[in-house]
């Protein structure tokens, strides 16, 4: 039988949180189906605040409860971006969008693994394009 191999370049990437390895996640950093999602990610994230009735709850059980389910829809699209359960991870046991010095937890995270995304993509179609010369180039016409 023959077998061929696919590799996606899926790296592993070590979470800390306050200083404690908290785990780490998995996922593609050079996969353009990733940067799409992440882009619709922006869209939703924002439907979703748009959407929220946090601001005009009075009762705290109705806040938390709003407020649970903004975190769990927020953590499901976060899954969804990376295609990898990486919210528990990265969040633990607390809301996504949790702040530290005015930044949320979600704004840390992908404030961080952007610029390793975007480098990992642009590193990766100069390699593509040059393996494509290698091998295309010698059936160009002249």
Same mark, same amino acid.
């Given at each position: 039988m023959v077998q061929l191999n696919i590799?996606? /370049?899926?790296?592993?990437?070590?979470?800390?949180? =306050? /200083?404690?390895?908290?785990g780490v996640v998995k996922f593609s950093l050079s996969d353009p189906a990733l940067l799409k999602r992440l882009r619709d990610v922006s869209?939703?994230? &924002?439907?979703?605040?748009? =959407?929220?009735?946090? &601001?005009?709850l009075t009762d705290l059980d109705e806040q938390l409860e709003e407020a649970t389910r903004i975190d769990k829809e927020m953590r499901d699209l976060? &899954?969804?971006?990376f295609a990898a359960?990486?919210?528990d991870v990265v969040f633990g046991d607390s809301f996504c969008f949790t702040t530290c010095d005015g930044v949320t937890?979600?704004?840390?995270?992908?404030? /961080?693994?952007?610029?390793l995304i975007e480098e990992a993509f642009r590193g990766?179609?100069?390699?593509?394009?040059?393996?494509?010369?290698?091998?295309? &180039?010698?059936?160009?016409?002249?």
């Open positions: 590799e996606t /370049g899926v790296k592993t990437i070590d979470i800390y949180r =306050n /200083g404690e390895k908290a869209a939703k994230s &924002d439907e979703i605040q748009k =959407n929220s009735k946090l &601001d005009s976060l &899954d969804w971006a359960p990486v919210s937890a979600m704004e840390q995270f992908l404030s /961080g693994v952007t610029p990766e179609v100069k390699a593509a394009d040059e393996r494509r010369k290698k091998y295309l &180039d010698k059936y160009k016409r002249k």
